[in-house]
């Protein structure tokens, strides 16, 4: 059925035109394309559009989304929404759309056109050729048939790589501890531990999310590890490798060569080391960048936002399954909650969830909680599967790993009118977490393992288990103060004095991992961990 008025989408961003032609030949939408707008211009344009179409350049921010209450769907023509401040697009009804699918085969391509190219040294041969030499000797390469590929992340492009990289006679070995060892080898590679990965592989990929565990994770001590003459590749995320140690690495011959689509700074500065050593050969962020790759990400995602606005068909979505505008309105605190409950708990619990389980008590047990156990359980994923996990295929990912999800509702109201509590198990435990909306939809863990505290889930926090006894707030605030580490505020869960105790420290800043282990070592607590939400 037609709407009564026309579909205002605004496209902010360089799209093909082929997505462009498709919104235009349909009578129900107007097209407004206006590229690198920003700041209030943006903003007044947003209160005027139901869609904003974007890439990576366009911020949608909190600045330009606050208040408006027309735009119902933002949608990024591509994969990654670090651009897209989606908390507030769901708080005002907005939903958030991607392309995962897009760009995969693209991506996963560049990676191995990277480790062809480092491997028979193509961009330095090319550069000699053409430069008048002749040097077939100089540049003597190693094959891929028979050696040993360490991919990190079995994603969607990781596990393309995969497949590649057996098609070319490669042993491949994965660590990812989210994606169940059986799927691993229905790929063809062996599921391994990091540290495998780093003594075994002749040539390392990355294809891992970027979070506080993978930042800087090929460092000095790292490439340590490895078999001397390593070859690595990244068209991931640049962070995920320290650039200096990098550096060092191939000019000790560490590392034999490397291959880099992204950097730690995009564009990378003319002056970075990184670009004057033949060994290393570099793109500028190119995963993406393929005619198809284009086309098609473009026609798909002016297909789910037409679908979308005249028919309410939901497809890709980051932060809602299937559900109304209005209900999302509603339930988007509750949704807002719960998600930053199950990133909390997976944080302080060790190893892979195998159980989560949502209880929901009072008010909110008499609505469709659905979204709610939806959002719980990608609190849960999205930690360690940055860019795949959303409220529309969480459950799914969480089958396909074998993890079970269990929910229960109760009328019966507890302490508040509303109360969720989550409860995560996993191969070394089981934590919990109670918690409830309060004042102007603030987020708040009311209870951690059964004992009760307050606190809004946000930043760095340090949680440890003790016992409630004088002296261990000073031991752990004189370890933090010698590394200027300041305690913003702290909570303790108790149920008596001397008894067990659940404390969390919220910080400001970094907590190095030289404090971790000096807090671990301290034989008043237990199962410290560093929380970031």
Not at 203 to 216: D, F, S, V
Not at 469 to 493: D, E
Request: with cysteine; glycine share 10%; charged share 25%.
């Amino acid at each position: 059925m037609a709407p009564d008025r026309k579909f205002r989408v605004l496209i902010t961003d360089k799209l093909a035109q082929q997505g462009i032609d498709l919104l235009k030949a349909d009578p129900n939408f107007e097209v407004d394309v206006r590229l690198k707008i920003a700041g209030e211009d943006l903003k007044k344009a947003l209160l005027e559009s139901d869609a904003l179409i974007v890439r990576s350049e366009t911020k949608a921010r909190a600045d330009v989304l606050e208040g408006n209450t027309r735009l119902k769907v933002i949608a990024r023509a591509g994969v990654g929404i670090d651009n897209v401040e989606v908390p507030v697009a769901t708080k005002n009804g907005i939903l958030v759309m991607n392309a995962p699918d897009s760009v995969t085969i693209a991506a996963a391509e560049q990676a191995m056109a990277l480790m062809l190219a480092v491997a028979r040294n193509v961009a330095a041969a090319c550069a000699s050729t053409k430069s008048g030499k002749w040097e077939r000797g100089h540049f003597m390469g190693t094959e891929l048939n028979g050696k040993t590929l360490g991919v990190v992340g079995m994603g969607r492009i990781g596990g393309e790589v995969v497949k590649r990289a057996v098609a070319f006679g490669m042993k491949v070995i994965v660590s990812d501890p989210m994606v169940n060892p059986d799927k691993i080898r229905e790929f063809g590679a062996e599921p391994a531990t990091l540290d495998e990965i780093y003594a075994k592989s002749d040539y390392i990929t990355l294809h891992a999310p970027m979070t506080p565990e993978t930042k800087g994770m090929l460092n000095a001590a790292t490439f340590a590890k490895m078999k001397k003459g390593v070859r690595i590749i990244n068209c991931s995320r640049g962070g995920a490798i320290v650039e200096a140690d990098l550096v060092e690495a191939v000019k000790s011959g560490q590392v034999a060569a490397a291959g880099l689509d992204v950097f730690e700074k995009e564009p990378t500065p003319p002056d970075n080391p990184l670009l004057t050593l033949d060994k290393v050969t570099v793109a500028p962020h190119l995963g993406a960048s393929t005619e198809e790759a284009q086309v098609n990400v473009a026609i798909i995602i002016a297909e789910q936002v037409r679908d979308y606005l005249l028919h309410g068909a939901v497809r890709n979505a980051v932060n809602v399954p299937a559900t109304s505008p209005e209900t999302l309105r509603e339930l988007g605190p509750y949704a807002d909650l719960v998600r930053r409950m199950g990133s909390f708990l997976i944080q302080m619990l060790s190893g892979v969830p195998r159980r989560i389980f949502i209880e929901y008590r009072g008010d909110i047990a008499k609505r469709h909680t659905g979204l709610l156990t939806s959002s719980a359980v990608t609190g849960v994923l999205s930690h360690a599967l940055e860019g795949r996990v959303n409220e529309v295929n969480a459950h799914s990912l969480a089958k396909e790993r074998g993890i079970e999800v269990e929910s229960s509702k109760s009328s019966e109201a507890r302490d508040f009118a509303s109360l969720v509590t989550l409860t995560v198990t996993g191969e070394a435990g089981t934590r919990s977490a109670e918690g409830t909306v309060i004042g102007k939809d603030e987020p708040h863990i009311v209870a951690v393992d059964g004992l009760h505290l307050d606190m809004v889930p946000e930043g760095t926090m340090i949680t440890f288990q003790n016992t409630d006894k004088p002296g261990i707030v000073g031991k752990v605030g004189t370890i933090l103060g010698k590394s200027s580490i300041n305690i913003a505020s702290l909570h303790v869960g108790r149920k008596a004095a001397g008894k067990p105790a659940v404390s969390i420290f919220s910080v400001d800043g970094q907590v190095p991992a030289g404090v971790v282990k000096e807090l671990g070592a301290l034989e008043e607590l237990s199962n410290v961990r560093v929380v970031h939400i």
